[in-house]
């Protein structure tokens, strides 16, 4: 039997398709814009870009057809292209999302191995929670500060409403962890905490009812008017739901804004799944403690006698020991799914 033999008579072509050969060659757009994303909602991203006018609004984006599902989320540096004016119509495409410093992330509970990023490149995190009404909760501040050393934030504790409650107790909790601890109450003043914003992009989250929706309206007089404007990124929806980052008001001598820096407000947050995260990642954020590990025996959980006789961390003492102690409560945290009763 003879062989036949094949052309390109012989290749069917679906109509409409196959007219262009596919690539994986990416424009580089050479000419994009750089900025960061200050706001999220349903598909519509809004950019502030690097030396726009403090008062332009942000580019309003969508994500090029090249990013694919590439997560983009407030924080992020990212390159755009198109009518960057942000003026009623426009819309421009994120073509590019530049490498992230920080993050911080977290998954929907103890037994969701899906990572979900929440803010990308903040410096600080902002935990604020009350010392009375309703009263603070340990676990959710623990897995807090596991979410932030996990992500290369530094973390700051901001307790309020300590006009109704002394905070002392509370915030020795933390001591050995050398987390900085703010205090305030309603009517105190706030330069303990513009002091430390300044110049960073620093993230806020808090359960409802802790004060941190009054503490960023003091800090940004204009934040309801910001996050107004940020509605219409969108859809029509209301960010009340959405990460948004707001531009700290001017502190220049010649009114200028200088360094003010930014912060996140992350009213969407209520809980922290930590399932991306094990026992190592905490303890490396420890000098004193991350090589020290090295010396425990294999399957150690570092949760310490009876569980872990042989654990090296035991063999510490003085302030090393008070350490290891907060450390074995993260990781208590870490391994219970409890934030609220702790």
Known sequence: MARRRYDESDVKVRPGKGSRPRTKDRPTHRDAETGMVVTKDRGRWGVVIDGADVDAPPAICMRAREMGRTPVVVGD?????????????????????????????RTADDTDAYERVVVANADQLLIVTAVADPPPRSGFVERALIAAFAGGLTPVLCLTKSDLADPTEFAAEFAALDVRVIVCGREDPLDPVRDLVR?????????????????????VPDADRATGVVSGVGKGRHTSTQSVALRLPADGPDGSDGDAGWIIDTPGIRSFGLAHIDPETVIGVFEDLRDLIEDCPRGCTHAGPPADPECALDTLTGPSARRVAAVRVLLEALRSNNEWDM
Do not use: C, M, P, Y
């Open 77 to 105: 540096r990212v390159a755009v292209v198109g009518d960057s004016s942000g003026r009623d119509g426009t819309l421009a495409r994120i073509v590019r999302l530049e490498e992230r410093s920080t993050v911080l992330r």
């Open 199 to 219: 110049g960073h992009l620093t993230a806020l989250i808090g359960h409802s009812g802790v004060g941190k929706s009054t503490l960023v309206n003091r800090l």
